[in-house]
Nanobody, 113 residues
Framework: EVRLVESGGGLVQPAGALRLSCAAS????????MSWVRQAPGKGRDRVSV???????WLSESVKGRFIISRDNAKNTLYLQMNSLKPEDTAVYYC???????RGQGTQVTVSS
């Protein structure tokens, strides 16, 4: 059974940093394309980052230069390092197994002074 559990969200001041984790089970993370998506209040889901099976990454223009997606194959865990956070980054963040669209319960990120 595919299971994804996000963690690491919280309240942070503008310009601060957070690292989100997504613990995966039921499949091999290193052999899968994964993404982080976010949903701000009253808005649709927005894909912010992707890592493919080969380890190549993509970032949306809104987070490029500030966010880094990575994975630890030994821990079967996906990460999103978020630096220089802005209030507009406030959202629930989900990790997604692209092939099946499975996602976790999400973790709330709030950027506010």
């Amino acid at each position: 059974e595919v299971r994804l559990v996000e963690s690491g969200g919280g309240l942070v001041q503008p310009a601060g940093a957070l690292r989100l984790s997504c613990a995966a089970s039921g499949f091999n993370l290193s052999a899968s394309a994964m993404s982080w998506v976010r949903q701000a209040p009253g808005k649709g889901r927005d894909r912010v980052s992707v890592i493919n099976r080969a380890g190549s990454t993509w970032l949306s223009e809104s987070v490029k230069g500030r966010f880094i997606i990575s994975r630890d194959n030994a821990k079967n865990t996906l990460y999103l390092q978020m630096n220089s956070l802005k209030p507009e980054d406030t959202a629930v963040y989900y990790c997604v197994l692209i092939e099946t669209s499975h996602r976790g319960q999400g973790t709330q990120v709030t950027v506010s002074s």
